[in-house]
């Protein structure tokens, strides 16, 4: 019984639906394993269902359909007071007329703790987003950093079985965000406690996170940690959705174990047949930016062609290069800003080649 309690997950949406109007269902179907002590992001765009599903977990939305356990215990009729579980918002949500330690000290004093625990716990949480000083101030004489470090050190401050995060960085600027990106995770990683993470933002999600969960169409799209969603996407939507990339189309005309060739307007490509039809199906092959070479020596690339280079924008450690290649006139190339690179120029004409398992042959968009 001990061994099946830790390798139980400890959250588990279980066939759950969500619908707001009886008839569209914004959630469909979610079956959805986060294991205790993950930081398990959703990620997707705007009306994916992410959100929805974590207002769902919280308690603030009802399930149409299906049950969503905590730690093995169906909490689709608890209260979401009762459900123990931290929030941190977009908009921090702290109460304006109390003082930082007041806004940590209130969640302790609704479940009625100790004076003398609610004073040690209160400066425990101070310490550890590093505002052990400002305790005195109110929400409004902070920056929106430091107020987003009080609302994240208010949701930890009693200890809850899980915390959800809703867009917590979404109005902090970029150079802010990116900061508040490794807090979190590093605070996650202090404390082992089981992070579900909503977000539209995919370089935050790569960041931060154990696992992601990529929603598109209230639909799951593909489940993998940061690595593998952006090195082996399963199907198009997610490879054009994780990081920059290539598509390229063309019709399926031989499959030969694990990679198949492709016809295109230019040409026969060989990929890696990862989601495609029987021969003669179209097909949407994904290349990243970065594994790309300009004219490679011969017989390096089993994939060659003519490039046309139409323009270059210089990024520090890099140069974004966008060409026309195989029908693709927004074709990118990443060359590093390196000694013994290529150097472009616009309206030039070059090779561009790459390896067959850096090319994934994939469905068609839908």
């Known amino acids: 019984m001990t061994g099946q309690a830790v390798t139980d997950p400890y959250v588990r949406f279980a066939s759950v639906q969500k619908s707001y109007d009886g008839e569209i269902l914004v959630v ?3 079956n ?3 294991e205790r002590g993950e930081f398990l992001t959703m990620l997707g765009p705007s009306g994916s269902g992410k959100t929805t599903c974590l207002m769902m977990l919280a308690g603030f939305e009802p399930a ?3 049950e969503i356990y905590l730690d093995q215990v169906p909490i689709n009729n608890v209260a979401p007071h009762k459900r123990d579980i931290g929030m941190v918002f977009q908009n921090y949500a702290l109460f304006p007329h109390m003082t930082v330690a007041e806004n940590l000290r209130f969640p302790l004093q609704v479940r009625n703790m100790d004076k003398n625990e609610q004073e040690s716990r209160v400066k425990r949480a101070l310490d550890m987003v590093e505002l052990g000083a400002f305790g005195g101030r109110r929400p409004a004489q902070l920056s929106g950093g430091q107020q987003q470090r009080v609302a994240v050190a208010r949701a930890l401050v009693f200890d809850p079985k ?3 995060m809703d867009e917590p960085l979404g109005a902090l600027d970029k150079q802010l965000r990116e900061q508040m990106q490794y807090e979190i995770k590093h605070i996650h990683e202090n404390l082992g406690v089981t992070v579900v993470y909503v977000t539209h ?3 935050e999600a790569l960041t931060m996170s154990n696992r992601i969960a990529v929603f598109n169409d209230g639909v799951i799209q593909q489940l993998a940690p940061p690595d593998a969603l952006y090195e082996a996407p399963e199907n198009a939507f997610v490879a054009q ?7 390229l189309t063309g019709k399926v005309s031989a499959v030969n174990g694990s990679t198949c060739t492709a016809e295109t307007e230019s040409g026969a490509i060989t990929a890696l047949a990862v989601n495609i039809g029987g021969v003669g199906s179209p097909t949407t092959m994904s290349l990243r930016p970065e594994r790309v070479t300009v004219n490679p020596p011969e017989g390096q690339c089993p994939n060659l062609f003519d490039a046309h280079v139409k323009e270059l924008i210089y990024l520090g450690d890099h140069v974004r290069t966008r060409m026309s290649v195989c029908g693709n006139d927004d074709f990118i190339v990443k060359i590093p800003n390196a ?3 290529v150097h472009l ?3 030039d004409d070059v090779k561009v080649g790459w390896q067959a398992e850096d090319c994934r042959a994939l469905d068609m968009p839908a």
């Open 28 to 30: 469909k179907d979610l």
């Open 32 to 34: 959805l394993d986060i």
């Open 64 to 66: 149409t359909h299906g």
């Open 162 to 164: 899980l915390v959800l």
């Open 201 to 203: 933002d995919q370089s």
């Open 241 to 247: 959705f994780i990081g920059e990339n290539n598509t």
């Open 339 to 341: 000694a013994g690179h």
């Open 345 to 347: 120029s616009p309206g």
